[in-house]
């Protein structure tokens, strides 16, 4: 099991910035894919960024030049730097991760979210 816990979150004005920060823990073997996606009511969530254990990243298109996914593999933390936000940044924005387990010599591979984090962009 992967807990996930995130901060952050928070309400700024559009042309500001926010840092959210996610901090995995539980047991697990490694933590392959780490990031963010984001959801607003009445629509599906959404990838904002990801980032690979080798530094591998993906931005969506809205993040692309504003925002910028960084982890610390020692700590099993991500950060997702968000920078000139727009009020269509508005959302709840989710930690997730992509996790390697082990049950007993078994090993498997599971997918966590955390609980989300409120960001609100005021114009």
């Known amino acids: 099991q992967v807990r996930l816990e995130e901060s952050g979150g928070g309400l700024v004005q559009a042309g500001g910035s926010l840092r959210l920060s996610c901090a995995a823990s539980?047991?697990?073997?490694?933590?392959?894919?780490m990031g963010w996606y984001r959801q607003v009511p009445g629509k599906q969530r959404e990838l904002v960024a990801t980032?690979?254990?080798?530094?591998?990243?993906n931005y969506a298109d809205s993040a692309q030049g504003r925002f910028t996914i960084s982890r610390d593999n020692a700590k099993n933390t991500v950060n997702l730097q968000m920078n000139d936000l727009k009020p269509e940044d508005t959302a709840v924005y989710y930690c997730?991760?992509?996790?390697?387990?082990?049950?007993?010599?078994?090993?498997?591979?599971?997918?966590?979210w955390g609980q989300g984090t409120q960001v609100t962009i005021s114009s």
């Open positions: 980032i690979t254990s080798i530094g591998n990243t």
């Open positions: 997730y991760t992509r996790a390697d387990e082990r049950m007993g010599s078994y090993y498997y591979t599971d997918d966590y």
């Open positions: 539980g047991s697990f073997v490694f933590i392959d894919i």
